[in-house]
């Protein structure tokens, strides 16, 4: 984004101005009146800022899919954005230099989802829609002393594992089952008992599934400290009921880049899922390795949610997710990347009854023990260098295990589009 001053709407209006209507014969009577006016509409039409001590950097992508699906009842095509967190946004940063070491910003995310595919079900296609506030903050930050931020964010382990991807593949492929995460598993299900693909490996309420508990912003206070050897941690703390903890690692070793985290959360938020009188607990961790001459890449990570007051007997759940695959130059256009991607995840399935209303695992939801989910995918995404854009086609089949219900495998394929401003 361009911030212009009059003197620049001044110089770009000379070049804009049709050359026969300026000549040194006639630069008086009513030319200034018209290149007044003409000045002030160049302005009208220019984005500016209002603070001149504060950067100002407008950001922000578009992402929109096309969704086959088939559930082994029915089938059907829908057009979806990528959900919360990957939804077409806009992106407002500020920044100004209080010293040397010290600045002050703020973020303001806002996203434009079009059709949530996160809400999105065999019998709505369009899913919620509309603008949302996404983050909202402010932000203290020094080279020496880290960053120290308030307001509506990330939490410490939001996202934690899937922003170590720097494959190129992220936005095709990462361990949560958002194509389908409101659709309902067909299945010979007892009376008033449900199972949405979301819940196929739940956090109970705690953020997204199968994998990314704690995976959505709060109104926090975090706190990240400064990045040494390659090492970083972080720690948050928000609406007096939310906790967590992240260390990381992001560096090269030889010829291959390395990134690791390991996070610690709890939540004794009734609504985020925690049990009366009780806590939530997740603990995750991934590492992802890059072989940079030959474009080789995997990711491994692992999840852990488990909650330590539990009057029902609820088993712990863990989810294991691998990702690999290869960056080839086999095009000019930019990097072709195919990959593939396994999922499995044990004692995993929340099912919901009373006609479908419960939410979490207090509010007459149960986990059930020896249950199991799994999903596979494979796909391929092209980058295009010259628009920064990513364009992907893939596939996944996604299965749940519950003890004593006969249960139909979900199968995607799905063809989108990825393009940053």
């Given at each position: ?130 603008l949302s506030v996404l983050y909202s903050y402010w932000f203290l ?231 199991s989910a799994t999903f596979w995918g494979a796909g391929v995404v ?40």
């Amino acid at each position: 984004m361009y911030v212009r001053s009059k003197g620049a709407a001044i110089f770009a209006l000379l070049f804009l101005l049709p050359l026969t209507s300026v000549n040194a014969a006639d630069l008086g009577g009513d030319c200034c009146a018209d290149l007044e006016e003409r000045i002030s509409e160049l302005e009208a039409t220019t984005a500016r800022k209002g603070n001149r001590k504060v950067s100002l950097t407008i950001s922000g992508w578009v992402s929109e899919q096309i969704v086959y699906w088939d559930d082994g009842e029915e089938q059907n095509v829908y057009l979806t954005s990528l959900g919360t967190a990957f939804a077409s946004n806009f992106n407002f940063k500020g920044e100004a230099k209080i010293s040397p070491d010290l600045s002050a910003g703020y973020v303001l995310h806002v996203e434009a989802i079009t059709a949530d595919v996160y809400t999105t079900t065999q019998d709505n296609d369009n899913g919620t829609g509309g603008l949302s506030v996404l983050y909202s903050y402010w932000f203290l930050k020094s080279d020496k002393l880290g960053k120290f931020s308030v307001g509506k964010l990330s939490p410490a382990d939001d996202s934690a594992v899937v922003a170590l991807d720097s494959s190129g593949t992220l936005q095709a492929a990462y361990w949560v089952a958002y194509d389908v995460f409101g659709f309902n598993v067909r299945g010979n299900f007892a009376a008033n008992d449900s199972l949405t693909w979301g819940n196929s490996s739940s956090c109970r309420g705690y953020g997204g599934g199968p994998g990314d508990c704690n995976g959505v912003p709060l109104n926090v206070v975090r706190y990240d400290t400064p990045v040494l050897g390659g090492f970083s941690g972080s720690a948050s703390w928000g609406e007096d009921d939310n906790w967590a903890l992240a260390a990381r690692y992001v560096g090269e070793v030889g010829a291959f880049k390395l990134a690791a985290v390991a996070t610690y959360s709890e939540t004794t938020d009734s609504g985020q899922g925690a049990p009366d009188g009780g806590a939530l607990e997740y603990t995750q961790a991934s590492v992802y390795a890059q072989h940079v001459p030959s474009g080789l890449f995997a990711q491994f990570a692992f999840g852990h949610l488990d909650q330590n007051e539990n009057p029902d007997d609820f088993p712990a759940t863990d989810t294991y997710y691998v990702k690999a695959g290869n960056r080839l130059k086999l095009v000019p256009i930019g990097s072709t990347i195919p990959y593939g991607e396994y999922l499995h995840a044990t004692d995993s399935a929340f099912i919901r009854n009373d006609n479908g209303t419960a939410t979490t695992a207090d509010d007459t939801g149960r986990v059930v023990d020896g249950s199991s989910a799994t999903f596979w995918g494979a796909g391929v995404v092209q980058e295009i260098d010259a628009a920064s854009m990513s364009v992907w086609l893939r596939y996944r089949d996604h299965e749940v295990d519950v003890p004593g219900v006969d249960t139909e495998h979900i199968k995607t394929v799905v063809f989108g589009a990825f393009i940053p401003f």
